[in-house]
């Protein structure tokens, strides 16, 4: 536990897991994100530093995670120049969490190395409350002896490495995250639709996701977002736009591939539309505003605190 940890990107996700980690004794050193407001906050909760640049997260850490939002963010926080956590990265270990496309993980990963760092791509099948619990499923690409330099660190976040998968190299975990997220989407959709069908026939929704539990119609998300789509409660757990975004990483594998994915493109199109539609920032249980007969694109309620969703009972555990 002697290594220095630094996080960047201090959203939802990246806080929780730093939080995680100073309550099994590593030392965060320091925390950035794009708000200063942000990082001074949760610095100050765990006696961290609130680095005002990039290159003084790398300068104060051993081991950095980072958990952006997109491509153009990880390509900026690893620019080649200007600020950037490049900067005196020779020795370090950056962990990149982020749900990214396997192309961006390939160049950062030959950036820090020729930088004389190492990078692991850690692309997380979980959320919040996992993060805060440290209960991730984590998916690992990268070279092997880095992961193992590390691998205990990953384990304090993935229920004592119970939770923690290494997949291949560079890129391959992207791949899986994306596919990850590309069937949970279409999951999603699915039930939305079913669910406003049900409704739509007069049908007693909670008698529904009794029966859908118990049969082929079973899945994850209907224990995490059924209920909710139900009682048109969209507090975000994982949002409709990065939905849209992920989806697109997988249709783009899909086109390098050669495939065509009609489902995926149909669900890539529903949560892009509740972005232009300004509901990007609801769960993707949202997708259900767009199903059930008499909503429409005005935004339902939202609670501040997420609440921890339970699973609904199931004949089979669903894997993951």
Known sequence: MSARIGVVGLGRMGANMARRLKDCGYVVATVHDLRPEVAAALAAELG??????????????????????????????????????????????FVNCATVSPAIHAEVGKRVTQAGGAALEACMASSITQARNGTLYLMVGGPEPVFAQVRELLSRLSDDGKLLRYVGTTGKAAQLKALVNMVMNINTAGLAEGLALADALGLDLAMVREVFSQTGANSRVLATDGEDMQNRDHSCFFSASHAAKDSGIALELGRKARLDLPLATTTFAQYSRMTRLGLGELDKSGIAELTFKGRGPKKPRTKKTPKVKAKAPARKTTKR
Do not use: N, Q
Not at 57 to 71: H, S, Y
């Open 48 to 93: 961290s530093t609130a680095a005002g640049t990039l290159a003084e997260v790398t300068a104060a850490a051993d081991v950095i995670l980072t958990v952006v939002t997109d491509d153009p963010a990880m390509d900026r926080i690893f620019a080649r120049k200007g600020d950037s956590l490049l900067k005196g990265s020779t020795g370090r270990v």
